[in-house]
C-alpha cells in the first residue's frame, strides 16, 4: 500500500501544502519545529482518523485559521486507489470521509490503511506508565483484527457504567451483574488477542533488536495480566467489596500491562537512552510484519528522528533494515542530519525522494 499524495490546509503549523510521495523511501530534510513531523502527522490521521498523540482535535487547526483539512489518494495492495480526507471546522466534529462518503462510525476506518510509526517519544512505551502500553497493543491489535475493536469499545462502556454505579454508591448485586457479564465476554477476547499477540511479537523484536544491537543484548517481553490466573467474572466479583470503597474498578484487562527485559533485567529500571531507543525502534519493525502479516497489506511506515541518541554503529543497523525493499514498501523519514539520510537513499536501488522542510513548506532536493 502506498499514499500517493497529500494535500494539506491549516494543519497544525502547515499552511497550504500538495506533495507526491515516492512508492518508496521518502526523506524529510529539515530543522526541528518546522513541519517534518507535522507532515507524518498528517499522514497518521488519514490512516487512523486520530493525529499520533493525545492532544484535542481542535489543536490540530492552524493557529489564526478556523479550518483544517487533509486528504491524500491511497494506492492498496489490491489495486484499488481511496481517496481519503479528514476535515474540521472550529465548533463542530471532526469529519472523515472515503471516496467522498463519511463514515458513520470512526471506528469502520481503523485498520484499512495500516500504518506503523516509530518517534522519539517511543522510549516512553518502556519507561511511561502502562497506559501507555496498552494503547499501543490496542493500537496494533485493532489494526488487524476488528472483532477486539468492537470488544474494546463494549469493555470500555461497561467499565465507565460500573465505574459510574460505584462512584454512586450502588449496592444492588444484581444491577453489578448485568453490567459485569458484559465486561466478562468483551475481556476473554481482549485477553486471548494480547496474549497471541505478545506470543508471537517476542520472537520477532528479538531478533531485530539483536541485529540492530550487534548481538550485544538479548530482550524479551511478558505480559502482565490479572485474567493470566483467573477469569474476569472471578476478578470482578472478588473485588467489588474493593472496588465500592476505592469508587473505581481496581482489577481487569484495562489494568494490563507489558514489561521488557534485557538480559533478564527489567529495561525500564536499568536501560540505557540508547537500549531504550533501540528497543523501541525493534518493537516498532516487529509492529510492521505483524500488520503486514495479519492484514496482507503492507503498512506505511514513518520514522520520525530515530536516530538521536545511538551510537553510529546501531544508527547503521538500523538503515540496513530499513533499506530492505523485500521487506519494507512505502517509507517516510525525518532527520536533521542529511548525511543520515543521503546513507539511506545511496543503499536503496528502487525509487524515493528527498524533500527540504522549511516554516510549514516542502520543496523537492535533486538526489541524481
Known sequence: MTLDNIEILNFKNIPNARLDFSPGVNCLLGMNGVGKSNLLDAIHLLSMARPMSSIPDTSLIKHGEDLMLVKGDFDTDSGTKDAISCG?????????????????????????????ISTPEDSRI??????????????VISQADPAYLTALIRYNKALDNRNKMLR??????????????????????????????????TPIV???YSRISGGKEQTDLNYKSSLNSASMKEI????????????????GVHRDDLESSLDNHSLR????????KTF??????????????????????????????????RVENIMKEVSN????????ITDTNRKHLDDILSGISGPKSLINVSNGEFSPINID
Open 126 to 139: 518502556v519507561s511511561g506508565s502502562g497506559e501507555e502500553r496498552r494503547k499501543l497493543m490496542d493500537m
Open 206 to 208: 528479538q531478533e531485530i
Open 280 to 313: 523501541a525502534v525493534a518493537l516498532r519493525l516487529a509492529i510492521f510484519q505483524y500488520l503486514k502479516r495479519h492484514k496482507g497489506v503492507t503498512p506505511l511506515l514513518l520514522l520520525d528522528d530515530i536516530f538521536d541518541k545511538l551510537d553510529a554503529e
Open 88 to 116: 474540521m471546522t472550529k465548533g463542530k466534529r471532526k469529519s472523515l470521509k472515503r471516496n467522498g462518503k463519511e463514515y458513520t462510525k470512526l471506528s469502520e476506518h481503523i485498520g484499512n490503511y495500516p500504518i506503523v
Open 236 to 251: 470482578l466479583t472478588s473485588h467489588r467489596q474493593k472496588d465500592q470503597v476505592l469508587g473505581f474498578t481496581s482489577a
Open 168 to 201: 454512586a454508591g450502588v449496592k444492588d448485586p444484581i444491577l453489578y451483574e448485568a453490567i459485569e457479564n458484559t465486561m466478562e465476554e468483551a475481556a476473554e477476547i481482549i485477553h486471548k488477542a494480547r496474549k497471541e499477540w505478545v506470543e508471537e511479537m
Open 269 to 276: 529500571a536499568l536501560g540505557s537512552q540508547g537500549q531504550l
Open 325 to 332: 525493499s523485500e521487506v519494507f514498501g512505502q517509507i517516510f
